[in-house]
């Protein structure tokens, strides 16, 4: 029964990205080592950004919530949005195929790192929990935004398409503002979530859920935007 609890979080996590290379095209254009590229720079940049934390941002251990200081913790997830810009600008093709291999090969590299071993160990064990499930269903809000391309929702993807369109030498100056509130947005998600959670002492279900939110509605916004960036340069 342990095993079969694993496989099912197994399953939750990783299958919707083995989906998304396959239906999304990058299969067709054999970007299987450019998205492992990616992963690994994905690493580098945590460790760049572990090693910042760890230096100028030490771990808080009062019983009062650092506001200040984890907002500048989450300033340091700034450091993704260059570290995608780097794998799309070492990437040719069009902006769709950048946008997918940065993305997939990122939000990959996060979920082998962040959850694989604490599914393997913990989903394995003698009792069940509730816990592992929502872990792999929120490994999938990672992945689960509203579609930019046939069929993937992903975050990174919306993260990627962000950096994509503030890049374009050509981009116009009327779409510049909402780009830039967007990838505002997007970095500190995370930070305003924690906040709101902690502030209205939420549920483990309910956090999933206001996250699963915010992000469908931050994804439609970039979606939004980047269908008329296109539509306005092709």
């Known amino acids: 029964m342990t095993l079969f609890h694993f496989g099912n979080c197994f399953a939750l996590a990783y299958f919707p990205y083995f989906i998304t290379y396959k239906c999304s095209g990058l299969s067709e254009y054999n970007a299987f080592w450019k998205c492992v590229q990616a992963g690994v720079t994905y690493l580098f940049v945590q460790l760049c950004k572990m090693l910042f934390l760890a230096t100028f941002f030490p771990t ?4 009062i919530y650092d506001f200040i200081g984890e907002f500048m913790k989450a300033s340091v997830d700034v450091a993704d949005l260059i570290g995608l810009n780097l794998v799309m600008s070492r990437n040719a093709g069009k902006g769709e195929y950048k946008i997918m291999v940065a993305a997939l090969g990122w939000a990959t590299a996060e979920l082998i790192m962040s959850r694989c ?6 989903a394995r064990g003698i009792e069940f929990d509730w816990k592992y499930i929502q872990m792999s269903i929120d490994s999938n809000i990672s992945l689960a935004w509203p579609q930019l391309s046939a069929s ?3 975050h990174y993807i919306v993260a990627s398409a962000q950096v994509w369109m503030i890049t374009r030498y050509d981009l116009y100056h009327t779409f510049r503002p909402a780009v830039l509130l967007l990838m505002f947005l997007s970095v500190y998600k995370a930070f305003v979530m924690e906040t709101f959670v902690h502030l209205c002492s939420l549920g483990s279900w309910t956090a999933l859920l206001a996250r699963a939110v915010v992000t469908g509605l931050l994804a439609l916004s970039t979606l939004a935007l980047y269908v008329a960036v296109v539509n306005v340069h092709s």
């Not at 808080?60 to 019983?63: F, H, L, R, Y």
């Not at 071993?117 to 913990?122: A, D, K, R, T, Y």
């Open 117 to 122: 071993i604490p599914l393997w160990v913990g």
């Open 152 to 154: 993937l929702q992903v």
């Open 60 to 63: 808080w251990e009062g019983g």
